[in-house]
């Protein structure tokens, strides 16, 4: 399946009994040697009443993840062809706490994500001995980046971003910077690293270097990081759609303290079986 060309294998774990080992996960996520993704998701019974399914996630390298926004809607696209559930708004269980996603009348879904964590030391970023910039309501971080200086914001939606504005997009260093970001040692649980370009108030072109996978083609917790460190900077106005490689992503955030709701795509492209080794 894809959100919006963020790409994903998807496993019913409610009718057999799914417990792979990090080089499994990989294994599937190898573009090569496996089917290939860009994350692989795992649908589970409940943990508890009140919650309809347990969401896991794992990246292309085999590490379990907390979040996954573009994932989530392929979730509700997979639960609800399978019949596993005639409801039209669930509740899902993730290593972030529960989502709620919501099937639209015209095949889009909705999902709310939950209000962003602001605090640098809860999304984590390890702040000390930095002397942040105010800009608007936030407050940006300068990062040593490759011996240049980077300034970012720092969110997190049930996982860990950084997000700077560039002046072009696809001139952006993705590939060369985006790793230096991931791994930097101000990021004790390393960190999807956004570049994002402000087109107007209501538009945005974003790409994303995740945690762990690379490059995709669009990454939904990546664009409501993103849209809420721009209303934060007063560069942009809710709703903002986010233009990605993959296709468009509708984000809508009101305030500090209330969920982010992000609309969006999901399609199923093909279903098979395979032996793992």
């Known amino acids: 399946m894809h959100g919006a060309g963020n790409d994903f294998v998807v496993i019913d774990g409610i009718n057999q009994q799914i417990d792979f080992t990090p080089a499994q996960w990989k294994y599937l996520g190898d573009r ?10 795992l649908v589970e ?12 996630i794992f990246n292309a390298d085999g590490g379990e993840v907390e979040q996954c926004g573009n994932g989530s809607r392929a979730f509700v696209k997979f639960v609800t062809d399978k019949g596993l559930t005639d409801k039209h708004a669930i509740k899902v269980q993730t290593l972030a706490g529960v ?6 009348a015209d095949g889009q879904i909705t ?15 390890d702040a000390s001995g930095l002397a942040g910039k105010a800009e608007g309501s936030d407050t940006l971080w300068a990062l040593d980046v490759g011996g240049k200086t980077v300034w970012i914001s720092v969110v997190s939606m049930g996982n860990p971003h950084a997000v700077q504005v560039v002046a072009d997009v696809e001139a952006a260093p993705v590939a060369a910077d985006g790793p230096l970001i991931e791994k930097h040692r101000r990021f004790p649980r390393r960190v999807n690293a956004g570049f994002m370009q402000i ?18 083609l669009a990454c939904g917790t990546g664009a ?33 303290g209330t969920s982010v709701r ?16």
């Not at 090569?32 to 998701?41: K, P, S």
């Not at 934060?232 to 296709?247: A, C, D, K, N």
């Not at 992000?262 to 080794?277: H, K, L, Q, R, S």
Request: proline share 7%.
């Open 99 to 104: 989502i709620e996603p919501r099937l639209e």
């Open 262 to 277: 992000m609309t969006g795509p999901a399609v199923t492209v093909f279903e098979g079986e395979i032996e793992i080794p």
């Open 32 to 41: 090569r040697l496996g089917v290939g993704a860009d994350q692989m998701l």
């Open 199 to 216: 087109l107007d108030r209501g538009h945005i072109k974003l790409r994303v270097f995740e945690r762990g996978a690379g490059e995709t």
């Open 45 to 56: 019974k409940s943990p508890s009443d009140g919650v309809d399914f347990r969401y896991r």
């Open 111 to 125: 999902v709310d994500m939950g209000a962003p964590i602001l605090q640098p030391g809860d999304v984590p970023f």
């Open 224 to 256: 409501c990081a993103a849209v809420v460190a721009g209303i934060r900077r007063g560069l942009l106005s809710s709703p903002v759609t986010v233009h990605t490689r993959g296709g468009d992503l509708t984000i809508a955030w009101d305030a500090v």
